[in-house]
């Protein structure tokens, strides 16, 4: 009994004296960064999500099964340090769709976005990161004249410039000094512009549909923590809520495939979801990080898993 009683407080006063350490992260999923990059740094980091669609939310937040539709979506970040206070990141994406023994290979939206440090996470106080983000979104995907043979997973944009603003806070706590913990919160609301469309479009439509299509605004709220097990090993976790109103058309409708009159106004929707993963990093410059990404309710929404992959380097 007694050497468990000394072998305990060897343990205990082992751990009491081991140091800080400055953790090393990738970052999560999904929550987006508080931090820019100094002046002269740069960051590349390609994204991997495989998606499996297999069923929808309905206005009830009721689940319903519907054809399984499997997208692979490549997204390529490349940022930039321009001044102490302000980066630039360059946003890419690439689509390959299957459904139904269908599939298509598309280029997505495009984006472009500066990002404002107003405080950096001091340690030892209650000083976070805070970032502004102001992201505009490019028609780089295909939206409409979609073939109406496909079932829409042509569509791989949504035909209009996207404003988006952004604020990001973050702050790493030693609540126990072997596992720091990074929080984040980020906050976004999206303004986008008027879009014309014609035939079967990102928001419905068919045949002879011609109008124009205002998309709702977005309201996302993410928040994530990652957990160090120690500098290389790190478990993140997001949440993340999606909100939007009804879109609004104003046109000629058209009529779908069955002779019926077409809808271009996808009703109000809330999405609801999680990404956990596992990170490894070999540097602070270098790290992976993998998981999934799954909705857990909805309305008016796809019920979803996406299995993630990524990688990071700073140089």
């Known amino acids: 009994m007694k050497k468990y009683f000394f072998y305990s ?17 990738t970052g999560p999923l999904l929550t987006q960064s508080a931090d820019n990059l100094s002046p002269g740094q740069g ?58 023994n269908k599939d298509i290979v598309k280029l997505g939206d495009s984006a472009f ?27 780089t995907g295909k939206y409409d004249n979609l073939n109406p043979n496909k079932g829409g997973i042509d569509a791989t944009g949504k035909g209009c410039y996207e404003t988006f603003v952004s604020l990001n ?7 126990i000094k072997m596992h720091p913990t990074r929080f984040r ?30 998309p709702p605004n977005l309201f996302i709220t993410s928040f994530s923590f990652e957990y160090s097990f120690n500098r290389n090993w790190v478990y993140a976790m997001d949440f993340l809520c999606l909100k939007a109103k009804k879109t609004k058309f104003s046109g000629n409708p058209g009529t779908t495939i069955d002779g019926k009159t077409a809808s271009n106004a996808p009703p109000s929707l809330i999405q609801i979801s999680i990404a956990p993963a596992i990170e490894y990093n070999f540097s602070k410059n270098l790290g992976i990080i993998t998981g999934a990404w799954l909705s ?12 993630v992959f990524s990688v990071t380097y700073t140089f």
Do not use: C, M
């Open 185 to 214: 919160l980020s906050l976004s609301y999206s303004f986008p512009s008027k879009v014309s469309v014609k035939n079967f479009n990102s928001y419905g439509g068919g045949y002879n549909t011609s109008g124009k299509v205002t």
């Open 9 to 25: 407080l060897f343990i205990l006063f082992s751990t009491a004296f081991v140091q800080e350490y400055t953790p090393w992260y």
């Open 296 to 307: 857990i309710a909805g309305k008016n929404v796809e019920d979803f898993i996406s299995y």
């Open 113 to 139: 976005e500066f990002g404002i440090q107003l405080l950096k996470d001091k340690k030892n106080s209650n000083i976070p990161s805070v970032r502004v983000v102001i992201s505009e979104r490019f028609p």
């Open 169 to 175: 806070l973050s702050k790493i706590v030693y609540w």
């Open 43 to 100: 960051n590349i980091q390609p994204y991997l999500f495989v998606l499996d669609s297999f069923a929808e939310y309905d206005s009830s937040w009721h689940r319903h099964r519907v054809d399984k539709t499997i997208v692979t979506n490549t997204l390529l970040f490349l940022q930039f340090g321009i001044f102490q206070f302000l980066d630039g990141t360059l946003r890419l994406s690439g689509f390959y769709k299957h459904k139904k």
